[in-house]
Structure formats: structure tokens, C-alpha cells
């Protein structure tokens, strides 16, 4: 199978080039002594810990059985993205989520890609993410994924040469912004000379962005809108980033417990009385926002939250109901929804699938399951899903089972070689398999920060880079532009003559 | 600010307080231990140090007799006790988790160290090997912990809801520690007949001075050998140390008028009579009526404010 590595022209490394983009970083990495990289690493490790900045892995305990709290591993070689590529690909990304929106804006009004025959209309009515409830409810700017995080891969096309596809849409509470965030943090503490050799782009802007774009979603009347972030509180894996996205952009972190509909509005509940809602930006599932519509018995919601929703009386981002776009079933469709909403050609590629739901894709997927990767419809983090070739016979054929017992349920794709990066491992330096997922902005218009959260899957040969499998992450550099990086500037200054 | 957060800042500070005042009277009972005395004064020290906390009846359902290793042990490493010197941390701490982002990076930051730390020192077994040093520590983490908020917050709710917890928990537990050292003392109030009882007294109330960080201030403030009634009068009425009930109800006072709402006024006359009766009362007087029934009262209406506050801004009201 061809490989792609981000930072050598070919694998393995003997012998090889550094890419051109790579060359000032390559060469301040071979100057480094590994016992220096090693110290900084647990440095960094340090730090993580004394700032908090964990996740909790459900059902686990730590070493001394008294907490659920991980570090997410750092890897301390950054994955560098050219400017023109990142250009490129930052003008796919606002075409696919501008199209994202259109498509669901579209099934909860006039529907008109089901009646242009495009997506067939039980692909999306039988989708367990339909919302119903939310049927012609409109929302301002019609926006309804302001927060997008869209999962690209690289992998090598038939010469070899890289290419981006988009590996998922997800439109429903995506994370890992905090990471991206916190790892560049991480790597100007560590490592404040790289950045004054190369040009990376900043993107600490991105809480600033957020606040923006939750703004601009307010109920058209709020002059002064309050914005909170609703979080399912601090046993939810992604609490840190709830608390830390809240701090960033001075607005209040509520509960469910604390937040109360009357009058169709919504309020929470200070020191000083009631204080009206304005725009909530909820890291709780659909499932559980609001008990007298959905799970009647969620404590983590509020109840009356889609009456005022619907009133118009709240803004909720993202949306309710964005589930039924960023489902694997619908993902093959999104291409044909780029041309059919906006005319245009689609700028990212989407990883070709097999829909199981299809005939001749079922018995396809079936007859090659040992070379394919099979991903339940409705499943998420890494979970339930098979990577035929690294697979054991038991394993495909328990998968073939649930296949042919349900085969909606189940797309397939090609088993990609996802690009690798040198990561720092306990070996030494090593190529492991990166992915990519940066966050799209959707308010008054679609905006992004030149970045994204890369993760590594750090196991050797792993393709699964989910922080619940033991992935890990990566700061991921934009280069400011393609020219050749600054000449490294001596660390200390020239002594003024007088 | 929302109820919720005023509420896990409050606990986050008297939690801190706790912790810290907890290692001070075990520091000083540590201390007392390394004199020479009889096993049945001994004793007593322990003795008064779980009553003080009202751990006694946890304590014996749980160890049987007073040992001093058990005592120190529970009262420092278990975790079943909610008010051993990790519980408190680990409370204040997850506290402060709950609403990390309305504390500075830095005072997230101190008690997230404190108790990452704590667990550490605990496991490798730093206590057993040097308490005095641990119990130290502990000191220090708290006053790093007010420092930091002090040094680095706005001074808004956050800030207030944090120094009335603080000061709330410090009154409760000097009013705890005069008590019971003065109620363990079963010789009279005014002196004790033999000589060696006076040395035996000597050395109770300097330890109480200690253990408040107050034997230089008291030599400072009165001149004089030590004499129970002025230290009584050190640790309940001075203004000027930071410790006392007096000092402590100031800011409890000072704190709750910057948050007041439309129901807290109750709750504000109530906590400015208790601190006018700290401001006009004589220790004779005190002394006169009893010093014991007055603590008692006191921590009776400390206790009613804390729950007066909890009702007033913390509990989140349904209209």
C-alpha cells in the first residue's frame, strides 16, 4: 500500500528528503539531543496535570482507583500545513458547512433535495436525528451548525502525492478546540525559538471568533445578548473544555440545574434573581436538552427549553436537529448537496463509501470486509467500527453478522492509508498516523482559525486516533506563507552600538 | 453570578480554611506530644482535638481508643473522614473544578497543585516521615490559595463569595479551638494551686496561641506572662488579630454587604449584631457569664448565618 508522511518524501525515512515546508523545523529537530526533547516532554506532562487539562474516560479509575481524570498524550513534533494548502482547504471547508446548513435548513422546510430526488426521503425522515419537533421552526440567519468540526485525512492518491479528504462532518457538539488551543500554548512555552524561526499562524483568536458567532446567533431583538456555555457538568469527559471555552470568553458556565423556562423565556439563576438567557451554547446532546420533549428523565437539560426555542426566544448552537446531517448515511450525499444549493464543484474530496443499505454495496462490503472499514451508521468515537485488515477472523465475522442482521445500520469505505507525521515515542521518533479536524465558524458569515486539532494515533500501524482509544494530539502550524522561512535569528539580540 | 457558583466558591474557601486549621491543631497536639506528660494528658489533647471537630463518636466507631498515630492518621489521610486534611483539600478542590472558569488561572491553578501534591506526599508516605513538615505545608498552601486570590482576582462576587467563606469557617473553627482547649482544662479558670499544674497550664495555653499563630503577637500585645483571660481576650476580641472571632466577623460583615440582594437585610443585622457584640463586649464580662456557654452561643449563631447565606444567595430559588 503507498504511504504518505507529512515531513519525509518517503517511508521509511532512510534516505529520504525533508519536504520543503518542513526543512526549518526537520533541521532544528536534528540539532535537538533526545534527552532534552524527553525532559520537555515531561515538562509538558507537568503542566497539563497542574492546569487541569483532562478528560474523563467513562467507567475508568486511575492508578490509586480514586479518579476517572487523563492527560490526552502531547506529542511534541507539530504537523505543518503549507499556506497554499491550508488556503485551499479552508475554502472547501466554507463551501461544505455553508452547504451543511443549506441541506438542513432545507429538511425542516420545503425539503426540496428529497423532491429533486437527491437524497431519498427515508434517508432522512427514518434517521434517528431527524427532529420532528423542529419542523419549520426558523432559526436566525438560518444557521444551525454554528460550530462545525470537519475530520480530514490525508492519504496518498495512485502517485503517491497527498490529498486531503474529509473523513466526517460534525455538526452536533464537536470538541477538541481546547486542545488545539492548549497544545500551542504548550509548544511557545516549550519551544518559544521555533516560533520566532517560522512563520505559524496564531490562533488564539479563536474564543473571541466563538463569542462572535454565538452573538450574531442571538434572537433577532437582543440588543445586549447573554450568552452562556450549558455544559453537563464536571463528570463529562469534555468538561475541561466547557469550562476553559466559558473563562475564555467571560461568560457564565450553567448546569441545567441551573437555568429555568418561564413565560416561554429562559432564565438562570443568580445571586441577585433570575437573569435572562439569551444564546446558549450547549455541550449537551439533543437527548437531553429538554425533559418534556426528549428523554423525559435528563436531568441535564432544562425543561421548557424548546418552547422558548421555538418561540424564538433563545438562540441554541448549534442547533437541534443537526444530527440528521452529519450521520454516516448522509455524509456520501454531501458532494451532490455542494452542487445542488450552492452550483459548485466540490473543493474537498469526500472518502468514496459503500452504503450498506444499497444491494450491490452490501454484497461488495460483504464479499471484501477483510479490506474495508465498517462504521455504524450512528456510532462515534471510535466505537463500532471494524478496520478489516487489522482485524481477527472472529472479529470480521462478528461484524458480518451485525452487517447482514441490519444493513442500514452500516457504510464501508476503502481502508485508507492515512498520512503519517514523525511523532516522539518511546522508541525515539517515529511515524505515526495523523488526522486533522479543524472548526468552522458559522454566524454572520463562515470563518475559521488558520489551525485545527491534530490527533495521532500513537499505537504503531493504528489508524484509530480517537483520545478514547489511545490517540493522542498534536499542535498543527498553518505557515504564513510558502516563501522560504526567515534565516534562524541568533537567541540573543545584537548588542546596540552607541 | 449564578447561585451554583457563589455556592462551590464558598465551600471552595471554607474547605481551604479547614484544612488549614485542622493542620494547625494537629501541629500543635504533634508538638504538645514531643513534651514530656502523662500518657492521660496526652490523651486529653487528643482527645479535645477530635471533640472540637465532633469526630469523637467517628473516630472511636472506627479505631477504639485514642491513639495518637490512629488520631493523627485519621485525621490527616483517611478519606472516609469528611474532615481529615485530604477530604478537605480534595472538597475544596473539587470545588474549584466545578467553576474553574470564575477563578484566575492562577488560583485554579494553587488548588489543583495543592491537592495533585497532597495525594503525592500522602502516597510516598512525606507524612509519617516529617508531620510537622506536612502539617506546614498544608499552612502554606492555604495562605498561597487566599494570597493568590487575593493578588490576582477581580474584586467582584467571586472574590467576596470566597472571603466570606474563609472568614466564616475561621470564626467557626477559633471559637472551636478556644473551647475546647479552655473546656479540657478541668483546673480553675484562675489558676492552678500547685506549681506544676501552672507549668502544665503554661504550656496549654501558649500551645493554643501557637496553634493561631499568635504567641509572638500575644508577648507583643500585653507585655505579660501568659495568662488564660488575655489570651481569651487575644483570640475573641482583638481586631487586630487576624485569627480572632472579632477579626474574622469584620470581614464576614465587610463581605456580605458588598453581595446583599432584595432578601439578604435579615441575614446582614444578624451578622452585624454578633460582630457589635465582638466590638463592645469585655472579656469579664465574657468571662463572668461563662466562657464555654458564650462560645457555644456563638457558634450557634455562626452556624445560623451559614445557613442564612446558603438560603440568601447559594440555593437557587424557583421564581
Redesign the interface.
Known amino acids: 500500500m503507498l504511504k504518505f508522511d507529512e515531513m519525509y518524501t518517503q517511508l521509511p525515512i532512510e534516505g529520504s528528503d525533508i519536504r520543503e515546508h518542513y526543512k526549518a523545523y526537520g533541521q532544528w529537530l536534528a540539532r535537538q539531543p533526545g534527552a532534552s526533547m524527553r525532559a520537555r516532554r515531561e515538562e509538558a506532562e507537568m503542566i497539563f496535570r497542574r492546569v487541569g487539562i483532562t478528560f474523563a474516560v467513562y467507567g475508568a479509575k486511575d492508578e490509586d482507583g480514586s479518579g476517572t481524570e487523563r492527560l490526552i498524550p502531547f506529542d511534541l513534533i507539530p504537523r505543518i500545513i503549507p499556506a497554499h494548502e491550508w488556503r485551499s482547504m479552508e475554502k472547501g471547508l466554507v463551501q461544505r458547512v455553508t452547504a451543511l446548513n443549506r441541506f438542513i435548513h432545507d429538511v425542516y422546510h420545503g425539503q426540496e433535495i428529497i423532491k429533486a430526488g437527491i437524497v431519498p426521503a427515508e434517508q432522512i425522515m427514518n434517521n434517528a436525528q431527524f427532529r420532528p419537533e423542529m419542523m419549520g421552526v426558523d432559526v436566525p440567519n438560518q444557521i444551525y451548525s454554528q460550530i462545525s468540526g470537519i475530520d480530514i485525512v490525508r492519504a496518498p492518491d495512485a502517485k503517491g502525492n497527498g490529498e486531503y479528504y474529509v473523513l466526517e462532518d460534525n455538526l452536533r457538539v464537536p470538541s477538541g478546540v481546547s486542545y488545539m488551543l492548549e497544545n500551542r500554548k504548550m509548544m511557545m512555552r516549550l519551544f518559544p525559538d521555533l516560533f520566532s524561526q517560522n512563520r505559524v499562524a496564531p490562533v488564539a483568536h479563536y474564543p473571541d471568533l466563538l463569542l462572535e458567532t454565538l452573538r450574531a446567533s442571538a434572537p433577532p431583538a437582543t440588543a445586549e445578548p447573554t450568552v452562556v456555555v450549558l455544559t453537563p457538568g464536571m463528570y463529562n469527559s469534555a468538561y475541561f473544555e466547557h469550562a476553559f471555552l466559558a473563562q475564555q470568553m467571560g461568560v457564565e458556565l450553567v448546569e441545567g440545574q441551573d437555568l429555568l423556562v418561564k413565560d416561554d423565556f429562559v432564565w438562570m439563576r443568580t445571586t441577585r434573581g433570575l437573569r435572562k438567557v439569551d444564546v446558549i451554547y450547549r455541550r449537551v446532546d439533543d437527548d437531553f436538552l429538554d425533559p418534556e420533549v426528549f428523554r423525559p428523565n435528563s436531568t441535564l437539560g432544562c425543561a421548557g427549553l424548546m418552547r422558548a426555542y421555538k418561540a424564538g426566544n433563545v438562540a441554541i448552537c448549534n442547533s437541534v436537529g443537526t444530527g440528521v446531517a452529519d450521520d454516516k448515511s448522509i455524509y456520501p450525499y454531501v458532494p451532490k448537496m455542494i452542487e445542488f444549493y450552492l452550483g459548485e464543484k466540490p473543493i474537498l474530496n469526500n472518502v468514496p463509501t459503500y452504503m450498506c443499505r444499497n444491494k450491490d454495496d452490501l454484497s461488495y462490503v460483504l464479499a471484501n470486509l477483510k479490506d474495508l472499514v465498517v462504521k455504524e451508521v450512528h456510532g462515534a468515537g471510535g466505537y463500532g467500527m471494524l478496520v478489516g485488515p487489522a482485524a481477527t477472523k472472529a472479529e470480521i465475522e462478528d461484524f458480518r453478522k451485525a452487517v447482514e442482521a441490519n444493513p442500514s445500520g452500516y457504510i464501508a469505505q476503502p481502508t485508507l492509508s492515512l498520512s503519517s507525521c514523525p511523532t516522539f515515542v518511546e522508541s525515539g521518533i517515529a511515524p505515526r498516523h495523523i488526522d486533522l479536524r479543524p472548526f468552522v465558524l458559522s454566524g454572520k458569515e463562515v470563518q475559521m482559525v488558520p489551525g485545527g486539532l491534530t490527533r495521532v494515533a500513537l499505537k504503531e500501524g493504528s489508524l484509530v486516533v480517537n483520545s478514547s482509544q489511545g490517540g493522542g494530539t498534536k499542535d498543527t502550524w498553518i505557515l504564513e506563507d510558502d516563501a522560504s522561512p526567515a534565516p534562524a535569528v541568533a537567541s540573543q539580540s545584537q548588542k546596540q552600538s552607541a | 453570578?449564578?447561585?451554583?457558583?457563589?455556592d462551590h466558591l464558598f465551600w471552595m474557601s471554607r474547605y481551604t480554611e479547614r484544612a488549614e486549621n485542622t493542620a494547625r491543631m494537629l501541629d500543635v497536639n504533634y508538638q504538645t506530644s514531643l513534651l514530656p506528660q502523662s500518657a492521660a494528658v496526652a490523651r486529653v489533647g487528643w482527645q479535645g482535638l477530635l471533640s472540637i471537630s465532633e469526630l469523637l463518636p467517628a473516630y472511636n466507631t472506627q479505631y477504639g481508643d485514642i491513639v495518637p498515630r490512629d488520631v493523627m492518621e485519621f485525621m490527616v489521610k483517611d478519606?472516609e473522614n469528611p474532615s481529615s486534611i485530604i477530604s478537605c483539600l480534595r472538597a475544596a478542590r473539587?470545588n474549584a473544578?466545578?467553576?474553574?472558569?470564575?477563578l484566575t488561572?492562577e488560583a485554579?491553578?494553587t488548588q489543583?497543585?495543592t491537592w495533585?501534591e497532597a495525594?503525592r506526599m500522602l502516597?510516598d508516605g512525606e507524612f509519617e516521615r516529617d508531620p510537622a513538615q506536612f502539617f506546614d505545608w498544608v499552612k502554606f498552601r492555604s495562605h498561597l490559595s487566599r494570597g493568590v486570590t487575593q493578588g490576582t482576582m477581580l474584586q467582584d462576587?467571586a472574590y467576596h463569595?470566597l472571603r466570606l467563606g474563609t472568614f466564616l469557617e475561621r470564626a467557626d473553627n477559633t471559637a472551636r479551638l478556644v473551647d475546647v482547649k479552655f473546656h479540657a482544662l478541668e483546673s480553675d479558670f484562675y489558676g492552678a494551686a500547685s506549681e506544676k499544674d501552672q507549668e502544665y497550664d503554661f504550656y496549654h495555653w501558649s500551645s493554643i496561641l501557637r496553634s493561631v499563630s499568635a504567641f509572638e503577637i500575644y508577648r507583643k500585645v500585653y507585655r505579660d506572662v501568659i495568662k488564660p483571660e488575655r489570651v481569651a481576650d487575644l483570640l475573641i476580641l482583638r481586631a487586630d488579630m487576624p485569627r480572632s472571632l472579632h477579626a474574622s466577623l469584620v470581614e464576614v460583615v465587610r463581605n456580605l454587604a458588598q453581595?446583599s440582594?432584595?432578601q439578604s437585610a435579615e441575614t446582614q443585622r444578624r451578622a452585624g449584631k454578633l460582630l457589635a457584640d465582638l466590638q463592645y463586649g469585655r472579656i469579664d464580662e465574657i468571662l463572668a457569664t461563662g466562657l464555654h456557654a458564650f462560645l457555644t452561643q456563638f457558634l450557634d449563631r455562626v452556624n445560623e448565618l451559614g445557613m442564612r447565606i446558603s438560603r440568601d444567595?447559594?440555593i437557587?430559588?424557583?421564581?
Not at chain 2, 473544578?97 to 470564575?102: E, F, I, L, Q
Not at chain 2, 437557587?316 to 421564581?319: A, E, G, I, L, Y
Open positions: 453570578m449564578l447561585s451554583r457558583t457563589a478519606e473539587e473544578r466545578a467553576v474553574r472558569g470564575s488561572t485554579w491553578e489543583n497543585q495533585l495525594r502516597r462576587e463569595f453581595v440582594n432584595d444567595f447559594l437557587p430559588s424557583s421564581s
